[in-house]
C-alpha cells in the first residue's frame, strides 16, 4: 500500500520560512504529478503548489513569489519551501500524488497525506 508522510510543519513567525517534505511510499512505478493543498479552518481545501514529473509548476496566486516547489523522482518526494510566510498562510497542509501507478499496468489513482499543521504567528 502507498503511503504519504510528511513532515516539516510547526510554528513560525510571520516573515519566516518553513521547508515541508512528502515523501511517497510503497511500490510505486510513476506519479504524474504531486502537490500542496491547504484548509484553513471553516475554508474550502485549496491548491497551493503542484509539480509534474517533468518538473512543470503550478502555484497559487497568494503564494506565488514566496513558495517553491520542487521533487525528487528518484526518492518519490516533493518539497514545498515556504518564504515570507503570513499569518493568512496557516492551515493544514496536504500533500496529494495524482496518477500514481504502482506497475506499469496497474490503473492510476490518487493518494493524500494525512496533513501537517502550519500556524503563523503575527
Known amino acids: 500500500q502507498v503511503q504519504l508522510v510528511e513532515s516539516g510543519g510547526g510554528l513560525v513567525q510571520a516573515g519566516g520560512s518553513l521547508r515541508l517534505s512528502c515523501a511517497a511510499s510503497?511500490?510505486?512505478?510513476?506519479?504524474?504529478?504531486m502537490g500542496w493543498h491547504r484548509q484553513a479552518p471553516g475554508k474550502q481545501r485549496e491548491l497551493v503548489a503542484a509539480?509534474?514529473?517533468?518538473?512543470?509548476?503550478d502555484y497559487a496566486d497568494s503564494v506565488k513569489g514566496r513558495f517553491t516547489i520542487s521533487r525528487d523522482n528518484a526518492k518519490n518526494t516533493v518539497y514545498l519551501q515556504m518564504n515570507s510566510l503570513k499569518p493568512e498562510d496557516t492551515a493544514v497542509y496536504y500533500c496529494?500524488?495524482?496518477?500514481?501507478?504502482?506497475?506499469?499496468?496497474?490503473?492510476?489513482?490518487?493518494?493524500w497525506g494525512q496533513g501537517t499543521q502550519v500556524t503563523v504567528s503575527s
Open positions: 510503497g511500490t510505486i512505478f510513476s506519479i504524474d504529478a
Open positions: 509539480i509534474t514529473s517533468r518538473d512543470s509548476t
Open positions: 496529494n500524488a495524482r496518477g500514481l501507478r504502482r506497475r506499469y499496468f496497474s490503473a492510476s489513482s490518487d493518494v
